[in-house]
């Protein structure tokens, strides 16, 4: 099989141009796809550490000129990893210069720079990394959701709780700034568990929201808190803060509908609580799957069940799963449309917080 | 030591009049109190089902009509274990006849209702039943929060989720009726997580709230959702249901403070969760405390460390707690009071849930 | 129904002096048997104490002389509850009066003892206060062997460790001692496994044993471990220590077979885990049951799902099945006989122990 | 900083082949090392597969003489990841060759042939891959061990639990004959723990053990237990099964001392359990540290605490450290020297299993 090349250009030097840089690397090793990534051009702004960031993970050729990259015809692929207010100048920048684009979350830091950048790159092949859904447990319990294992949904609730807000010793960074992040815990955070709650529990009606900032002088939300009424006629709860001490990266769901039960914990990412309501009561009771078994998402990829995988592999399989798609010509999910419909949730929220009371979402069509 | 014995009417023969009688039995042999229970008179409507109940547990007598007992002069204390509705009424008139009032939860139906009888029994000996303050793992918790070890508190967290709203075998009764229960979720499993969030976080400034009800049909609410803002700068949020398939009895609650965390599920009662932030970052990791350890809150009443309790013994240490303040002339808490303040936040909710946006608690004085 | 009264003297005024006396104030409300218990007299050392304990629990006299007592006709029941070297005095000693004979467990010291109390009971009510097999999991555990759920047993694990021979605080006590005791770990911890091991897993064959003492100057075993051959073809391990640092009271045990895997904890007493391998691979996993749903046992005697019972109600529990056994004329279990083999397992753990390799394990008939 | 390029030649096709492919991928990537790791040539037996795998993991040859590339000037290093019986044949003639020579485990099949290959690679670096050594959670046990945080140690228990012995449609293939493996559980399975229990807790004095094979006419261990006396004082048990129905793969230890214990289990491989005894009693709880905290063994290699890593990293890791070490001209640990150590221990424990009772391990020095 001749693998067709796709040169990429990744524009982005910190955490996650790591986990992105990681993932070209990888794909190929666990997913038998047609294409085979050329690690072309990185990125950034501070061409030391760029030399030494392309020199450990094989990148060809370092650039402070995203601009003048963007444009190159021997790049395919343009990779945004940078602050969250740059995504849209980059993204459409690549996408008017006909590149396959794929972008960080949150999208964009409004929906209206999501909507432009939805339209940018109409017709092109774009993603959107919300790498989560790439969790072998979390497409487990998508799979098990569409199985009818659930049934009718009652409650979806989901947190994502991470406590550095609370360490002093911290510096700020573009995270906790308006200018870099346009918001706090919810852009950071709470876009995630709306991709999953899109995702697994369909459209939000509406939502009633509240917002809180502990830090002095802080112009973002250190902390989210939301109640959705869903279309499916379900109800939700979604929380997201820096500040709840005593969680590392406790981003997780339950779903409790009719049929059963459903719960996941990104520290605990190799399993899925499931709760069968169909048994008999006697023998009814919490179980945590190991993910990996023969038959569970991903499980052909990577090793074998018990040999746990982590966190950089939901990166991977993303990346997996699009040039897969991209191979089979198929629309690749979550794209820019799921991008920016997260955008429009976070705005109702937004918008709730604001004037307190219920608020429409819009459904991005 | 003489013990002075105290003759108690019983009003109510479920569930509930079961859990209080065994404390009527137990309090004795585990409480070193000066006063003897004799357990009176059974108050009930069915006669067959009484004397059946009265034999089991030894009540001296049984009646189908309280409003004699509750006059009798050799009953010094009268305890109310009958539906919502009927506990002011019954609660009024054992005041009226000068006696010890205990009720259970909540305490009344509406906060017109808990208003008159708090000043009913001003300058009586009286009790709510509040038991879950006296689970040893929660008064662990009260102490480990006096003692700063949470510090400042950021976030409030409670759930009491169950799942018995799903059973459909499951007859209507009066828990699932306005006229029976005055209220579904909330006032049945919301006013334990109210009472335990104000006595362990301190007044609420104020809340938003959505209620839901999923059966055709039902009068009342099967869940409620709830975001509060507290009096000591920490934000909160709240979740009751009956349709949390999968959660039989799950009561829980979780504290972040700027020095630690704590965290409590019922159906693990024997356990306090507890992450201490100023440990070492290396070595900081949440740890469940098997409560009954030399020190801890009734350690010395029950068994010994490792030999757990479990729900009976809650009643049993509220009635010890109770006749341990009553020996000393002290005032006890949780009594009307405190049931009159969770009967306000209770009605804030339901403002809140009914018209959308922030409600004002008050405070009750 | 009128209820014959059974009037009990109890020999013992310790920890299980009291948690007998619990089972006796409490069998009636929970266990619908023909027998009121009544608390005759409570025999011991020390009259001062006796007297205390005697009011707290109700006990009508008290004595410091247990021979006059046993020989009493008025009295019904003897109950042994003293330490381990005096069992065999005592009961044979109520045996010879015609007494039911309840006794603590270990039943002796001696395969020699335990062979005569054995015979001295013969045609008498009698029982070893083996409370663990009552444990509502546990017994359901039982119940799901014989439901062919675990089908042929691979490996039978058995642990009960303890932590307070590290107390360097602790005195000595006749526990500590041969004089008093008979015997360390094996005596006082191991032999709850092993009734719970012959109960779950049939007859062993033949054991191989170590034993080892870490205080200095004690004269008995700090920790015992076993491997075992079972009657029915799967191997087992035994251990038991009081220096499991970090364990409170962990009596646990694993069976796995081929059908699925049992396990338990006592420091989790409410649930037992369960791996069903007959389901389809993709949804196996370990589930723990809360036990307590309807169809479990004891789940009509004590309080509903979600409402934890705990260490107190295996003695309840043990007391109200001997009460419907004797109503019905039936032999109980564990009786003498199965506290004989108890204590010949013991012994060839010892004899291997001693002079190293495998024992045959005699089978008591 | 220029990197010596290290010519690897793999000889193992299977899954541990590609384990290794893996970590010579990735060990640039975390590890700063002045080395390059280059795929060099594959050896196996199937031209087929060789020559597919070689495409994904970007292997430069295939070959199927490895006598022939193990003589090659042009190859640095030998890596044997064949059926255990192929080992000492394979790492002798690579070590007479003058390769770094990396073996997998167990290092061989009698202490015969171990202590061939460990006088053959005398002055060669060399390593087994033990890799779980390398799981950062065990690393930071050793540390923590060295800090003092265990003190006097009295019980060391090891598992490693495995069910696919149950498992009917699964062909026999190398590992479950003599022929192939030279044993079963104890050289697959046990020699985990074995490497484990000599480096966290010293030598062992003697073992008595026992083995058991449930397949009809199989002619290996599905089952070894070992009762060990350490050097140390302390007592310990070993369980190495792969009829452990309901364990995916349960590689657990526990260690008890007079200061702490500790725990761990490989389902669960981000978190290390610790308990610390010498913090007040009522605070006293089992801790699960989330590894990958600043300051944590491989922290500052991988990804961020609560980002987790799996099994692939302690290959990685393994490797990483290897490197590190020759690059400092240190001997590196595990090699050959613990790998036969090892063998000594498994040698002792097929004598005690055979003929019963204790057998002195020896030192192999």
């Given amino acids: 099989m001749a693998r067709k090349k796709l040169r990429v250009a990744l524009v982005g030097q910190g955490f996650m141009g790591r986990a992105h840089s990681n993932a070209y690397r990888q794909v190929g090793h666990f997913f038998d796809v047609p294409y085979e990534m050329e690690t072309a051009v990185l990125c950034g702004r501070d061409a030391a550490a760029l030399a030494k960031m392309a020199a450990t993970w094989g990148w060809q050729e370092t650039s402070t000129d995203w601009r003048a990259v963007v444009e190159r015809p ?37 929906s209206e720079e999501s909507a432009r950048m939805r339209s940018a790159v109409a017709g092109l092949p774009n993603m959107v990394w919300f790498n989560y859904r790439r969790v072998p447990a979390i497409a487990l319990a998508k799979r098990m959701i569409e199985e009818n294992r659930v049934g009718r949904v009652f409650h979806y609730r989901a947190q994502y709780l991470q406590e550095w807000g609370n360490d002093p010793t ?82 997780a769901f339950e779903i409790h509908g009719g049929r059963g039960m459903l719960g996941f914990d990104l520290e605990d990412l190799t399993r899925l609580t499931w709760f069968d309501a169909t048994e008999p009561r006697d023998i009814q009771a919490a179980r945590k799957l190991l993910v990996g078994a023969v038959g569970h998402p991903y499980a052909g990829n990577f090793w074998k069940l018990g040999h746990v995988t982590g966190y950089e592999h939901t990166f991977i399989a993303a990346l997996g799963d699009f040039l897969g798609a991209l191979s089979r010509g198929e629309r690749f999910e979550p794209g820019f449309d799921q991008g920016h419909r997260v955008q429009l949730a976070v705005e109702a929220i937004q918008t709730s917080a604001a004037r307190g009371g219920w608020v429409t979402v819009e459904q991005g069509e």
């Avoid at 969250?84 to 794929?102: F, R, S, T």
């Avoid at 995630?192 to 459209?203: K, R």
Wanted: hydrophobic share 45%; charged share 20%; proline share 4%.
């Fill in 74 to 110: 021997d790049i395919d692929v343009v990779d945004v990893a940078v602050p969250n207010v740059l995504h849209a100048e980059l993204a459409i920048a690549a996408a008017k210069a006909g590149k396959i684009v794929l972008c960080e979350k949150p999208l964009a830091v409004s």
């Fill in 170 to 251: 911290r510096p700020p960074n573009w995270k906790t700034s308006r200018a870099g992040a346009g918001s706090g815990a919810v852009g950071d955070l709470m876009t995630h568990s709306l991709d999953l709650a899109l995702w697994l529990n369909g459209p939000m009606r509406e939502v009633m929201a509240m917002q809180h900032t502990f830090a002095q002088g802080r112009d973002i939300d250190d902390a989210t808190l939301v109640m959705v009424r869903f279309a499916n006629g379900s109800i939700g709860s979604l929380e997201a803060t820096r500040y709840a001490v005593g969680c590392r990266n406790r981003n």
